[in-house]
Protein backbone atom coordinates (compact mmCIF):
# COMPACT_ATOMS: atom_id res chain seq x y z
CA UNK A 1 0.00 0.00 0.00
CA UNK A 2 1.59 3.57 -0.92
CA UNK A 3 1.06 6.99 0.36
CA UNK A 4 -1.54 7.16 -2.63
CA UNK A 5 -4.01 4.34 -1.75
CA UNK A 6 -3.41 4.59 2.45
CA UNK A 7 -5.48 7.75 2.48
CA UNK A 8 -9.17 7.10 1.11
CA UNK A 9 -8.64 3.27 2.10
CA UNK A 10 -8.01 4.54 5.59
CA UNK A 11 -10.85 6.93 5.86
CA UNK A 12 -14.32 6.17 6.48
CA UNK A 13 -17.08 8.51 6.16
CA UNK A 14 -20.22 6.83 7.18
CA UNK A 15 -21.79 8.13 10.30
CA UNK A 16 -22.79 6.18 13.30
CA UNK A 17 -26.47 6.15 14.36
CA UNK A 18 -27.37 5.84 18.02
CA UNK A 19 -30.84 5.29 19.43
CA UNK A 20 -30.63 6.02 23.47
CA UNK A 21 -32.70 4.73 26.23
CA UNK A 22 -31.65 0.94 26.39
CA UNK A 23 -29.87 -0.31 29.20
CA UNK A 24 -26.58 -2.43 28.23
CA UNK A 25 -25.60 -5.23 30.12
CA UNK A 26 -23.72 -8.48 29.10
CA UNK A 27 -20.31 -9.21 28.74
CA UNK A 28 -17.88 -8.09 26.66
CA UNK A 29 -13.85 -8.74 25.74
CA UNK A 30 -11.67 -5.92 26.13
CA UNK A 31 -8.63 -5.19 22.94
CA UNK A 32 -5.35 -5.13 22.96
CA UNK A 33 -4.17 -1.81 24.64
CA UNK A 34 -3.89 0.20 21.99
CA UNK A 35 -1.07 3.25 23.70
CA UNK A 36 0.70 0.08 24.09
CA UNK A 37 0.81 -1.71 21.13
CA UNK A 38 1.95 1.55 18.97
CA UNK A 39 5.25 2.06 21.78
CA UNK A 40 5.67 -1.85 21.16
CA UNK A 41 5.44 -2.02 17.18
CA UNK A 42 8.23 0.84 17.65
CA UNK A 43 10.37 -1.37 19.92
CA UNK A 44 10.21 -4.18 17.16
CA UNK A 45 12.22 -2.29 14.46
CA UNK A 46 15.11 -2.91 17.06
CA UNK A 47 15.12 -7.07 16.95
CA UNK A 48 17.41 -8.55 14.76
CA UNK A 49 15.41 -11.64 15.15
CA UNK A 50 11.61 -12.46 14.41
CA UNK A 51 8.77 -10.90 16.84
CA UNK A 52 5.57 -11.84 17.17
CA UNK A 53 3.45 -9.39 19.20
CA UNK A 54 -0.04 -10.88 19.63
CA UNK A 55 -3.25 -9.45 21.21
CA UNK A 56 -2.41 -6.57 18.86
CA UNK A 57 -5.67 -4.56 18.80
CA UNK A 58 -7.36 -4.11 15.23
CA UNK A 59 -7.92 -0.21 14.77
CA UNK A 60 -6.58 1.94 11.52
CA UNK A 61 -2.82 3.23 14.06
CA UNK A 62 -2.12 -0.93 14.07
CA UNK A 63 -2.26 -1.20 10.01
CA UNK A 64 -0.40 2.35 9.75
CA UNK A 65 2.20 1.51 12.34
CA UNK A 66 2.62 -2.02 10.20
CA UNK A 67 2.78 0.21 7.13
CA UNK A 68 5.91 2.27 8.40
CA UNK A 69 7.42 -1.10 9.78
CA UNK A 70 7.05 -2.56 5.94
CA UNK A 71 8.02 0.85 3.77
CA UNK A 72 11.25 1.50 6.08
CA UNK A 73 12.63 -2.66 5.51
CA UNK A 74 11.23 -4.11 8.60
CA UNK A 75 8.57 -6.63 6.95
CA UNK A 76 5.54 -6.85 9.50
CA UNK A 77 2.54 -8.78 8.77
CA UNK A 78 -0.70 -8.87 10.32
CA UNK A 79 -2.28 -12.32 10.61
CA UNK A 80 -5.63 -12.47 13.04
CA UNK A 81 -4.88 -11.17 16.71
CA UNK A 82 -0.66 -11.05 16.23
CA UNK A 83 1.58 -8.79 14.08
CA UNK A 84 4.76 -11.07 12.65
CA UNK A 85 7.47 -9.07 11.86
CA UNK A 86 11.45 -9.99 10.51
CA UNK A 87 13.79 -8.05 10.92
CA UNK A 88 15.59 -5.50 7.99
CA UNK A 89 17.91 -6.74 5.95
CA UNK A 90 18.19 -3.37 4.50
CA UNK A 91 16.97 0.11 5.78
CA UNK A 92 14.74 2.96 3.96
CA UNK A 93 15.24 5.66 6.47
CA UNK A 94 12.39 8.01 5.55
CA UNK A 95 8.54 7.49 7.06
CA UNK A 96 6.53 8.64 4.47
CA UNK A 97 4.38 11.95 5.62
CA UNK A 98 0.96 10.21 4.42
CA UNK A 99 1.99 7.41 7.66
CA UNK A 100 3.67 9.18 9.96
CA UNK A 101 0.88 12.03 9.87
CA UNK A 102 -1.48 9.83 10.66
CA UNK A 103 -0.25 8.87 14.16
CA UNK A 104 1.15 10.50 17.71
CA UNK A 105 4.07 7.87 18.27
CA UNK A 106 5.62 9.00 15.06
CA UNK A 107 8.58 10.07 16.76
CA UNK A 108 9.44 6.96 18.92
CA UNK A 109 8.88 5.06 15.19
CA UNK A 110 11.65 7.61 14.49
CA UNK A 111 13.98 6.77 16.94
CA UNK A 112 14.13 2.83 16.43
CA UNK A 113 14.64 3.54 12.73
CA UNK A 114 17.53 6.21 14.01
CA UNK A 115 19.17 3.24 16.22
CA UNK A 116 18.90 0.75 13.63
CA UNK A 117 19.47 2.59 10.43
CA UNK A 118 21.63 5.55 11.41
CA UNK A 119 19.37 8.31 9.84
CA UNK A 120 15.81 9.08 9.90
CA UNK A 121 13.21 11.84 8.46
CA UNK A 122 10.26 11.85 9.66
CA UNK A 123 7.09 14.14 9.25
CA UNK A 124 5.92 15.58 12.86
CA UNK A 125 3.26 13.60 14.52
CA UNK A 126 -0.30 13.48 13.58
CA UNK A 127 -3.16 12.08 15.37
CA UNK A 128 -5.58 13.59 17.44
CA UNK A 129 -6.70 17.12 17.00
CA UNK A 130 -7.30 18.62 20.48
CA UNK A 131 -3.29 19.93 20.70
CA UNK A 132 0.03 20.36 19.32
CA UNK A 133 2.07 17.29 19.92
CA UNK A 134 5.57 18.64 21.35
CA UNK A 135 8.43 16.39 20.34
CA UNK A 136 11.17 18.52 22.27
CA UNK A 137 12.20 15.91 24.82
CA UNK A 138 12.35 13.29 21.37
CA UNK A 139 14.60 15.88 20.26
CA UNK A 140 16.72 16.18 23.15
CA UNK A 141 17.20 12.21 23.62
CA UNK A 142 18.00 12.04 19.76
CA UNK A 143 20.97 15.18 20.21
CA UNK A 144 21.84 13.21 23.48
CA UNK A 145 22.76 10.24 21.54
CA UNK A 146 24.98 11.93 19.63
CA UNK A 147 22.51 12.57 16.53
CA UNK A 148 22.75 15.53 14.63
CA UNK A 149 19.13 17.42 13.87
CA UNK A 150 17.83 19.41 10.69
CA UNK A 151 14.24 20.43 12.19
CA UNK A 152 12.01 22.50 10.15
CA UNK A 153 8.25 23.46 10.35
CA UNK A 154 6.88 19.95 8.98
CA UNK A 155 10.15 17.39 8.95
CA UNK A 156 12.65 16.28 11.26
CA UNK A 157 16.04 14.86 9.80
CA UNK A 158 18.62 13.12 12.26
CA UNK A 159 21.92 12.09 11.75
CA UNK A 160 23.99 9.55 13.97
CA UNK A 161 27.62 9.33 13.56
CA UNK A 162 29.78 6.52 13.65
CA UNK A 163 27.92 2.70 14.66
CA UNK A 164 25.10 4.40 16.33
CA UNK A 165 23.75 5.98 19.13
CA UNK A 166 26.27 6.56 22.13
CA UNK A 167 25.90 6.38 25.73
CA UNK A 168 24.11 9.57 27.17
CA UNK A 169 21.71 11.18 29.78
CA UNK A 170 18.25 13.21 29.02
CA UNK A 171 15.62 14.45 30.89
CA UNK A 172 12.33 13.37 29.81
CA UNK A 173 10.22 16.16 32.38
CA UNK A 174 8.41 18.53 30.51
CA UNK A 175 7.23 21.97 31.42
CA UNK A 176 4.02 21.12 31.68
CA UNK A 177 2.70 18.19 32.01
CA UNK A 178 5.21 15.52 33.30
CA UNK A 179 7.76 13.22 32.58
CA UNK A 180 6.77 12.70 29.08
CA UNK A 181 5.74 8.81 28.07
CA UNK A 182 6.60 8.61 24.84
CA UNK A 183 9.98 10.46 25.48
CA UNK A 184 10.88 7.98 27.76
CA UNK A 185 10.32 4.99 25.09
CA UNK A 186 12.35 6.91 22.40
CA UNK A 187 15.52 7.49 24.71
CA UNK A 188 14.90 3.84 26.03
CA UNK A 189 15.01 2.51 21.92
CA UNK A 190 18.09 4.54 21.47
CA UNK A 191 19.48 3.49 24.87
CA UNK A 192 18.78 -0.44 23.73
CA UNK A 193 21.35 0.09 20.83
CA UNK A 194 24.01 2.52 22.54
CA UNK A 195 27.40 0.48 23.57
CA UNK A 196 27.53 1.23 27.26
CA UNK A 197 24.64 2.39 29.96
CA UNK A 198 22.86 5.32 29.53
CA UNK A 199 20.65 7.02 32.17
CA UNK A 200 16.65 8.57 31.35
CA UNK A 201 16.06 10.91 34.07
CA UNK A 202 12.58 11.59 35.54
CA UNK A 203 11.48 8.52 33.53
CA UNK A 204 7.23 8.08 33.25
CA UNK A 205 6.28 4.37 34.62
CA UNK A 206 3.12 4.70 32.66
CA UNK A 207 1.87 0.61 31.65
CA UNK A 208 3.42 1.89 27.84
CA UNK A 209 6.68 2.34 29.43
CA UNK A 210 6.39 -0.93 31.67
CA UNK A 211 5.30 -3.27 28.90
CA UNK A 212 8.13 -1.54 26.33
CA UNK A 213 10.83 -2.25 29.25
CA UNK A 214 9.68 -5.46 29.83
CA UNK A 215 10.00 -6.60 26.18
CA UNK A 216 13.65 -4.88 25.66
CA UNK A 217 14.42 -7.02 29.34
CA UNK A 218 13.44 -9.77 27.46
CA UNK A 219 15.38 -9.40 24.64
CA UNK A 220 18.50 -8.71 26.39
CA UNK A 221 18.67 -5.25 27.20
CA UNK A 222 20.07 -4.35 30.61
CA UNK A 223 17.64 -2.17 32.31
CA UNK A 224 17.41 -1.07 36.24
CA UNK A 225 14.68 1.53 37.55
CA UNK A 226 15.97 3.92 40.41
CA UNK A 227 12.51 4.89 41.41
CA UNK A 228 10.95 7.66 39.87
CA UNK A 229 14.19 9.37 39.44
CA UNK A 230 15.89 7.72 37.02
CA UNK A 231 15.92 4.58 34.55
CA UNK A 232 19.13 2.75 33.59
CA UNK A 233 19.30 1.37 30.07
CA UNK A 234 22.47 -0.93 29.63
CA UNK A 235 22.25 -1.34 25.36
CA UNK A 236 23.79 -4.20 23.28
CA UNK A 237 24.47 -5.44 19.81
CA UNK A 238 22.00 -8.42 19.51
CA UNK A 239 18.27 -7.97 20.22
CA UNK A 240 16.46 -11.27 20.42
CA UNK A 241 13.10 -11.88 19.16
CA UNK A 242 10.45 -14.35 20.12
CA UNK A 243 7.03 -13.66 21.55
CA UNK A 244 5.25 -10.82 23.44
CA UNK A 245 1.98 -10.05 24.30
CA UNK A 246 -0.02 -6.68 24.38
CA UNK A 247 -2.19 -6.40 27.68
CA UNK A 248 -5.86 -5.14 27.64
CA UNK A 249 -6.21 -1.55 26.62
CA UNK A 250 -7.72 0.00 30.16
CA UNK A 251 -9.36 2.37 27.78
CA UNK A 252 -11.66 0.82 26.16
CA UNK A 253 -12.58 -1.13 29.48
CA UNK A 254 -13.14 2.09 31.18
CA UNK A 255 -15.40 3.05 27.78
CA UNK A 256 -17.43 -0.21 28.18
CA UNK A 257 -17.80 0.82 32.18
CA UNK A 258 -18.75 4.48 31.50
CA UNK A 259 -21.61 3.21 27.80
CA UNK A 260 -23.10 0.88 30.69
CA UNK A 261 -23.30 2.86 33.26
CA UNK A 262 -24.72 5.65 32.06
CA UNK A 263 -27.76 3.55 30.76
CA UNK A 264 -27.97 2.03 34.36
CA UNK A 265 -26.15 -1.21 32.98
CA UNK A 266 -23.31 -3.26 34.31
CA UNK A 267 -20.90 -5.00 31.96
CA UNK A 268 -18.82 -8.01 32.81
CA UNK A 269 -15.13 -7.50 31.05
CA UNK A 270 -13.86 -10.60 31.25
CA UNK A 271 -9.90 -10.61 30.14
CA UNK A 272 -8.77 -7.56 32.38
CA UNK A 273 -8.46 -7.75 36.12
CA UNK A 274 -9.53 -5.39 38.80
CA UNK A 275 -5.80 -4.56 39.19
CA UNK A 276 -4.74 -3.70 35.70
CA UNK A 277 -6.92 -0.51 36.13
CA UNK A 278 -3.89 2.14 37.36
CA UNK A 279 -4.87 3.25 40.85
CA UNK A 280 -5.60 7.41 39.46
CA UNK A 281 -7.93 5.78 37.08
CA UNK A 282 -9.79 3.57 39.78
CA UNK A 283 -10.00 6.60 42.19
CA UNK A 284 -11.43 8.89 39.59
CA UNK A 285 -14.06 6.27 38.46
CA UNK A 286 -15.08 5.62 42.49
CA UNK A 287 -15.33 9.72 42.88
CA UNK A 288 -17.77 9.11 40.33
CA UNK A 289 -19.79 6.27 41.68
CA UNK A 290 -18.52 3.49 39.32
CA UNK A 291 -17.20 0.54 41.10
CA UNK A 292 -14.83 -1.96 39.21
CA UNK A 293 -15.02 -5.31 41.19
CA UNK A 294 -12.84 -8.36 40.79
CA UNK A 295 -14.39 -11.10 39.39
CA UNK A 296 -12.02 -14.21 38.66
CA UNK A 297 -10.08 -13.05 35.82
CA UNK A 298 -12.21 -10.36 34.71
CA UNK A 299 -13.82 -6.99 36.19
CA UNK A 300 -17.16 -6.19 36.95
CA UNK A 301 -18.15 -2.65 36.44
CA UNK A 302 -21.38 -1.32 38.06
CA UNK A 303 -22.77 2.38 39.33
CA UNK A 304 -25.02 0.80 41.98
CA UNK A 305 -26.11 4.45 43.39
CA UNK A 306 -26.07 6.28 40.38
CA UNK A 307 -23.32 8.74 38.66
CA UNK A 308 -21.80 11.23 41.15
CA UNK A 309 -20.49 14.82 40.98
CA UNK A 310 -16.96 14.68 41.12
CA UNK A 311 -14.20 17.52 41.56
CA UNK A 312 -10.89 15.41 40.09
CA UNK A 313 -8.13 16.32 37.69
CA UNK A 314 -6.15 14.22 35.41
CA UNK A 315 -3.03 13.59 36.41
CA UNK A 316 -1.85 10.98 33.79
CA UNK A 317 -2.12 10.00 30.29
CA UNK A 318 -4.61 7.51 31.08
CA UNK A 319 -7.06 10.15 33.15
CA UNK A 320 -6.63 12.42 30.55
CA UNK A 321 -7.85 9.77 28.13
CA UNK A 322 -10.52 8.92 29.75
CA UNK A 323 -11.61 12.87 30.37
CA UNK A 324 -13.98 12.91 27.59
CA UNK A 325 -16.24 9.82 28.06
CA UNK A 326 -16.06 11.09 31.70
CA UNK A 327 -17.60 14.12 30.85
CA UNK A 328 -20.49 12.77 28.89
CA UNK A 329 -21.26 10.37 32.18
CA UNK A 330 -21.05 13.19 34.55
CA UNK A 331 -23.94 15.09 32.25
CA UNK A 332 -26.37 12.81 34.42
CA UNK A 333 -24.76 13.04 37.70
CA UNK A 334 -27.15 15.45 40.31
CA UNK A 335 -24.93 18.83 41.13
CA UNK A 336 -21.58 20.70 39.62
CA UNK A 337 -18.57 18.53 38.35
CA UNK A 338 -15.50 20.23 37.72
CA UNK A 339 -12.37 18.21 35.58
CA UNK A 340 -8.91 20.28 35.58
CA UNK A 341 -7.25 19.20 32.41
CA UNK A 342 -3.59 18.86 33.61
CA UNK A 343 -2.34 16.85 30.64
CA UNK A 344 -3.90 18.94 27.61
CA UNK A 345 -5.21 21.72 28.76
CA UNK A 346 -7.11 22.41 25.56
CA UNK A 347 -8.95 18.84 25.03
CA UNK A 348 -12.32 20.11 24.95
CA UNK A 349 -12.81 19.31 21.50
CA UNK A 350 -16.10 17.26 23.06
CA UNK A 351 -17.70 20.05 25.07
CA UNK A 352 -19.67 21.72 21.84
CA UNK A 353 -21.11 18.22 20.36
CA UNK A 354 -22.32 17.28 23.92
CA UNK A 355 -23.93 20.95 24.51
CA UNK A 356 -25.98 20.06 21.52
CA UNK A 357 -27.29 17.14 23.14
CA UNK A 358 -28.92 19.84 25.59
CA UNK A 359 -25.88 18.90 28.54
CA UNK A 360 -25.14 21.51 30.47
CA UNK A 361 -20.86 21.84 30.02
CA UNK A 362 -18.83 24.90 29.75
CA UNK A 363 -14.99 25.55 29.70
CA UNK A 364 -12.87 27.98 31.68
CA UNK A 365 -8.97 27.65 30.45
CA UNK A 366 -8.09 23.70 31.61
CA UNK A 367 -11.24 23.06 33.51
CA UNK A 368 -14.57 21.80 31.95
CA UNK A 369 -18.08 22.22 34.12
CA UNK A 370 -20.54 19.87 33.91
CA UNK A 371 -24.34 21.04 35.62
CA UNK A 372 -26.41 17.61 35.83
CA UNK A 373 -28.39 16.12 35.87
CA UNK A 374 -29.80 17.22 32.15
CA UNK A 375 -31.85 15.42 29.89
CA UNK A 376 -30.31 14.63 26.58
CA UNK A 377 -31.83 14.88 23.42
CA UNK A 378 -30.85 13.16 19.90
CA UNK A 379 -28.01 15.26 18.42
CA UNK A 380 -26.57 15.45 14.72
CA UNK A 381 -22.95 16.17 15.89
CA UNK A 382 -18.80 15.43 14.73
CA UNK A 383 -16.07 14.33 17.17
CA UNK A 384 -12.03 15.38 15.43
CA UNK A 385 -10.53 12.71 17.56
CA UNK A 386 -11.08 9.42 19.03
CA UNK A 387 -11.72 10.03 22.63
CA UNK A 388 -14.41 12.58 21.63
CA UNK A 389 -16.21 10.35 19.16
CA UNK A 390 -16.05 7.76 21.99
CA UNK A 391 -17.52 10.67 24.59
CA UNK A 392 -20.62 11.01 21.51
CA UNK A 393 -21.39 8.00 21.31
CA UNK A 394 -21.61 7.44 25.42
CA UNK A 395 -24.23 10.54 25.06
CA UNK A 396 -26.49 9.43 22.61
CA UNK A 397 -27.00 5.69 24.35
CA UNK A 398 -28.49 8.24 27.12
CA UNK A 399 -30.49 10.77 24.82
CA UNK A 400 -33.91 10.34 23.82
CA UNK A 401 -34.29 9.60 20.27
CA UNK A 402 -31.75 8.46 17.63
CA UNK A 403 -28.44 10.88 17.47
CA UNK A 404 -26.04 10.82 14.13
CA UNK A 405 -22.40 10.81 15.04
CA UNK A 406 -19.89 11.96 12.63
CA UNK A 407 -16.48 10.79 12.93
CA UNK A 408 -16.09 7.14 13.07
CA UNK A 409 -12.81 7.47 11.28
CA UNK A 410 -11.34 8.63 14.34
CA UNK A 411 -13.09 5.97 16.45
CA UNK A 412 -11.72 3.26 14.33
CA UNK A 413 -8.01 4.68 14.96
CA UNK A 414 -8.34 3.82 18.52
CA UNK A 415 -11.19 0.98 19.04
CA UNK A 416 -11.28 -1.68 16.75
CA UNK A 417 -14.82 -3.16 17.99
CA UNK A 418 -16.12 -1.14 20.15
CA UNK A 419 -19.37 -0.26 18.38
CA UNK A 420 -20.18 -4.02 18.03
CA UNK A 421 -19.34 -4.63 21.57
CA UNK A 422 -22.17 -1.97 22.53
CA UNK A 423 -24.56 -3.68 20.06
CA UNK A 424 -24.82 -6.71 22.13
CA UNK A 425 -24.80 -5.54 25.50
CA UNK A 426 -27.89 -3.71 24.34
CA UNK A 427 -27.28 -0.59 22.48
CA UNK A 428 -29.56 0.13 19.29
CA UNK A 429 -27.00 1.32 17.19
CA UNK A 430 -25.85 1.04 13.12
CA UNK A 431 -23.54 2.76 11.08
CA UNK A 432 -24.51 3.69 7.47
CA UNK A 433 -23.47 5.68 4.98
CA UNK A 434 -25.02 9.20 5.37
Given at each position: MNDQTLLPSLIDTR????????????????????????????????????????????????RVCAEILTDTGTAARIAGDRLEVTPATAWHSVIPDQLGGRIRTTAVMAAGLLARAG?????????????????????????????????????????????????FTTDVMTHKWGPSLGATVTAMLLAARARGTSTILNPNSEPEVLETAALLTASGVGITWEGATALHVTGTDHIT???????????????????????????HLDNIPASAFPASLVAMLADAGIELVSTGGGTLARCPAGPRAVLTATASATCTDIQPPLTAFLTQAP???????????????????????????????????????????????????????????????????????????????????????????????????E
Open positions: AIRVTGGHRLEGTASVQGSKNVALHLYAAALLADEPLILTGIPHILDTRVRFPLPGGDAFCHRLIDRHLAAMEAAGAALDVTDTHVEARLPGRGPAPGGTAHVPPDRLEATTLALAAAITGGTVGVSRIEERIYPARATHVDPLRAFGAAVTTDGPTITVHGPTPLTAARVAGQDIRAVAALVIAALAADGTSTIHGIYHLQRGYGDLLPKLASLGATLEVAA
